[in-house]
């Protein structure tokens, strides 16, 4: 069997997702206990305990899921589609719980500024950054507001230096890769996961780029952010994995004798309300109380794929170069038998 590096895992002669690939303990490790190691990380001026930032969507992350996420030492980027932003101008003891928000192309900059003047962070929500509306609006951002700002998302490298001269703090890596999501299917644009990470992150070493990779969809267990974070991510974007949760906006709904809560993409016709081109599922997912038990979840088993590894923190992580790329039956060998 072969161990991919890194390099040779970008130019593999096929797009490559999650599932495609497995982390692979090479080392004797040093790690007596996962408790040893250490999940905490810096993002955008902020300390995180874990690389989890949670996604804009309207069914994940309203002011409730937001200010939660801050308690748990995570980061949670308040959606733009509801009242939400409203109540945080309203209320400067909101705004002081909630340390990123959303906002859209046509959202005006006196708003913005208003927004950061009590957020760290900006995240300018669309669905493609290579666009020249994204680069001129980041530019007008920066130009006049002090503001860490994450723009998104791509797939691919290549318009990576113009974003980061835009002005862009972050970048939100992967399109159509969300559960919900049907743009690949609607459009035929997008790549597999870990390509599209590879790529990106290939392009900022080699031009030597100042700026934050966030891995953003397919991501469905900790073993997936375990992969994300190896392959060099600086944090991971979440909704499915976050989504049913007490804190998620909605209302819990009984069915067929089981709770339920709505999640649904950010292009959906729950969302847009009115008929144009809809890049967005609507589906049910199972009811998962309280989302600390999720992030106490994969902070288990991010430490966990960390002791395997021999890494006593995600800058190790980061740098390991040992991964294999497994064949179908490989993959569905490890699934659990039940």
């Known amino acids: 069997m072969k161990i991919y590096s890194k390099k040779q895992l970008n130019e593999h002669h096929q797009s490559l997702t999650y599932d495609d690939i497995s982390l692979i303990p090479t080392e004797i490790s040093r790690i007596r206990s996962r408790t040893e190691t250490i999940t905490a990380t810096e993002f955008l001026g902020m300390n995180l305990a874990l690389p989890v930032v949670s996604s804009p969507m309207d069914t994940v992350t309203g002011l409730e899921m937001a200010k939660e996420l801050t308690k748990l030492a995570c980061l949670g980027i308040l959606n733009r589609f509801d009242s939400s932003l409203e109540e945080i101008l309203k209320d400067e003891g909101n705004g002081n719980q909630v340390k990123a928000v959303s906002v859209a192309l046509n959202t005006p900059v006196d708003i913005i500024h208003q927004l950061a003047e009590h957020q760290n962070i900006i995240c300018i929500d669309t669905a493609n ?5 994204v680069l001129h609006k980041t530019e007008e951002i ?3 507001i002090n503001v860490n700002l994450i723009v998104g998302n791509i797939a691919h490298g290549s318009s990576l230096k113009q ?3 835009a002005g862009a703090d972050a970048v939100r890596v992967g399109i159509g890769s ?10 035929g644009i997008g790549i597999g996961q870990v390509s599209s990470l590879l790529n990106v992150l290939f392009a900022r ?3 030597k780029l100042k700026i934050k990779i966030i891995a953003d969809g397919g991501i469905k267990s900790p073993g997936d952010i375990a992969k994300a974070i190896a392959l060099g991510a600086d944090v991971v974007m979440l909704g499915r994995m976050l989504s049913g949760t007490r804190e998620t906006p909605g209302e819990v709904i009984k069915y067929s004798g089981q709770l339920w809560k709505k999640y649904r993409g950010s292009a959906s016709f729950g969302v847009k309300m009115r008929n144009e081109f809809i890049e ?3 589906t049910m997912v199972a009811y998962k109380g309280v989302v600390k038990n999720v992030i ?3 902070s288990d088993g991010l430490k966990s794929s960390m002791s395997y590894m021999n890494c006593f923190n995600l800058d190790e992580l980061r740098r390991i170069e ?3 790329v497994l064949s179908n039956s490989s993959y569905l060998e490890r699934l659990p038998k039940i």
């Open 129 to 133: 950054a290579n666009n020249n509306e």
């Open 142 to 144: 920066k130009n006049k």
């Open 163 to 165: 974003l980061v001269d």
């Open 178 to 187: 969300g559960s919900v999501c049907t743009t690949s299917i609607q459009t």
């Open 205 to 207: 070493d080699e031009k």
């Open 280 to 282: 967005g599922e609507e």
């Open 296 to 298: 106490d979840s994969i």
């Open 322 to 324: 040992t991964f294999a």
